[in-house]
C-alpha cells in the first residue's frame, strides 16, 4: 500500500486533501516549511506515530544545522518572512504539550540552538492524552511546566483548550475550545497568545473563521484545504522516527509539490 510519508497514520484517515499549490509562490530560493512533532521519549509504543526518541530528534536537528538551516518558533518564522528573511529557517513544532518536552525535547533544541512553538491545553494541565484511543497514556504539562517552556524562549500556543474535533463543535464549545484557551493560556504565562493549532488538523471554513475571529495571528494545520490556504491554516510536515536523513530530505522536497511548504508573501 501507497502510504503518505509526510503524514502519521491517523491523519491519513481525518485528512484526504488533493494536491494543492503552495500558499504563496515565489520564483527564487527553497521553500520554508514547518515541521510537526508531538511527543519525544524512548517509549517503544506508539501507534500513532507520533513519538521521537531523544536520540533521533538530535540527529534530524543535526541534519537541519548541516544544511545551513535553523529552527525556529512560528512566531519567529512569520516574522522573518515579513521581513523577506526566512530563508533559512525552519519552524518546529510540537502538539499537544507532553512533559517530556522539558526533559527530552528542550535540552537537545538548546544544544542545537534552536526556538520553536510549543502547542498546549490549558484545560488538560497535568492530564494525559486520553483522546488517543490506542495510547499510550502520556503525561501532560501542567501550569508550572508551560511557564518554565516560556521562560525558556519557548513560544507557548494553544492546541484548543480540551483536544476536540473543532468541525464537530457547537458554539459554546467552540468558544470556549477558541477563546477561553487562548485568554486562558495569556494569564498563565502573563503574555499574549498569537498562536493556535486545529487538533487532528481538522478545519473547515467555520472552524477558520472562528479562530481568526478570536484575535489569533496565525494557526497550524497539516494539509489544509486550498481554499483555505493562508496564515490561518499553515501546512506542515509530520516528522516521526523513521525519519532518518534520506526521508527528511524527500520530505522537504516534496513539501513545495504537496503544497505543504510556507512561502514568503
Same mark, same amino acid.
Given at each position: 500500500?501507497?502510504?503518505?510519508?509526510?503524514?502519521?497514520?491517523?491523519? $491519513?484517515?481525518?485528512?484526504?486533501? %488533493?494536491?494543492?499549490?503552495?500558499?504563496?509562490?515565489?520564483?527564487?530560493?527553497?521553500?520554508?516549511?514547518?515541521?510537526?512533532?508531538?511527543?519525544?521519549?524512548? @517509549?517503544?509504543?506508539? %501507534?500513532?506515530?507520533?513519538?521521537?526518541?531523544?536520540?533521533?530528534?538530535?540527529?534530524?536537528?543535526?541534519?537541519?544545522?548541516?544544511?545551513?538551516?535553523?529552527?525556529?518558533?512560528?512566531?519567529?518564522?512569520?516574522?522573518?518572512?515579513?521581513?523577506?528573511? *526566512?530563508?533559512?529557517?525552519?519552524?518546529?513544532?510540537?502538539?499537544?504539550?507532553?512533559?517530556?518536552?522539558?526533559?527530552?525535547?528542550?535540552?537537545?533544541?538548546?544544544?542545537?540552538?534552536?526556538?520553536?512553538?510549543?502547542?498546549?491545553? %490549558?484545560?488538560?494541565? $497535568?492530564?494525559? +492524552?486520553?483522546?488517543?484511543?490506542?495510547?499510550?497514556? &502520556?503525561?501532560?504539562?501542567?501550569?508550572?511546566?508551560?511557564?518554565?517552556?516560556?521562560?525558556?524562549?519557548?513560544?507557548?500556543?494553544? @492546541?484548543?483548550?480540551?483536544?476536540?474535533?473543532?468541525? &464537530?463543535?457547537?458554539? +459554546?464549545?467552540?468558544?470556549?475550545?477558541?477563546?477561553?484557551?487562548?485568554?486562558?493560556?495569556?494569564?498563565?504565562?502573563?503574555?499574549?497568545?498569537?498562536?493556535?493549532?486545529?487538533?487532528?488538523?481538522?478545519?473547515?471554513? @467555520?472552524?477558520?473563521?472562528?479562530?481568526?475571529?478570536?484575535?489569533?495571528?496565525?494557526?497550524?494545520?497539516?494539509?489544509? %484545504?486550498?481554499?483555505?490556504?493562508?496564515?490561518?491554516?499553515?501546512?506542515?510536515?509530520?516528522?516521526?522516527?523513521?525519519?532518518?536523513?534520506?526521508?527528511?530530505?524527500? &520530505?522537504?522536497?516534496?513539501?513545495?509539490?504537496?503544497?505543504?511548504?510556507? *512561502?514568503?508573501?
Amino acid at each position: 500500500m501507497v502510504v503518505d510519508i509526510t503524514l502519521p497514520p491517523y491523519t $491519513d484517515v481525518l485528512v484526504r486533501e %488533493p494536491l494543492s499549490d503552495p500558499v504563496v509562490r515565489r520564483a527564487w530560493g527553497p521553500a520554508a516549511w514547518v515541521a510537526m512533532y508531538h511527543s519525544v521519549s524512548d @517509549h517503544p509504543e506508539d %501507534p500513532y506515530d507520533i513519538t521521537v526518541s531523544p536520540a533521533r530528534l538530535d540527529r534530524q536537528l543535526a541534519w537541519l544545522r548541516a544544511r545551513g538551516l535553523r529552527g525556529v518558533s512560528m512566531r519567529d518564522l512569520l516574522a522573518a518572512r515579513a521581513r523577506g528573511q *526566512e530563508r533559512g529557517l525552519v519552524g518546529l513544532t510540537f502538539d499537544d504539550g507532553y512533559a517530556d518536552f522539558l526533559t527530552a525535547a528542550l535540552p537537545v533544541l538548546g544544544r542545537w540552538g534552536c526556538g520553536a512553538t510549543l502547542f498546549v491545553l %490549558p484545560g488538560r494541565l $497535568d492530564g494525559e +492524552n486520553d483522546w488517543d484511543v490506542l495510547g499510550p497514556r &502520556k503525561r501532560l504539562l501542567g501550569a508550572e511546566g508551560i511557564r518554565r517552556a516560556a521562560a525558556a524562549g519557548i513560544e507557548v500556543a494553544s @492546541h484548543g483548550l480540551t483536544h476536540v474535533d473543532l468541525t &464537530k463543535a457547537g458554539p +459554546n464549545e467552540m468558544r470556549a475550545e477558541v477563546h477561553r484557551s487562548r485568554s486562558a493560556l495569556a494569564d498563565l504565562i502573563d503574555a499574549d497568545v498569537r498562536g493556535f493549532c486545529y487538533p487532528y488538523g481538522r478545519l473547515d471554513a @467555520h472552524v477558520h473563521d472562528a479562530v481568526r475571529q478570536a484575535g489569533y495571528g496565525y494557526a497550524c494545520a497539516i494539509a489544509p %484545504p486550498p481554499a483555505l490556504a493562508g496564515d490561518f491554516a499553515l501546512p506542515r510536515l509530520h516528522i516521526a522516527q523513521a525519519d532518518t536523513a534520506a526521508r527528511l530530505e524527500l &520530505k522537504r522536497r516534496l513539501a513545495r509539490i504537496r503544497g505543504r511548504a510556507l *512561502e514568503a508573501l
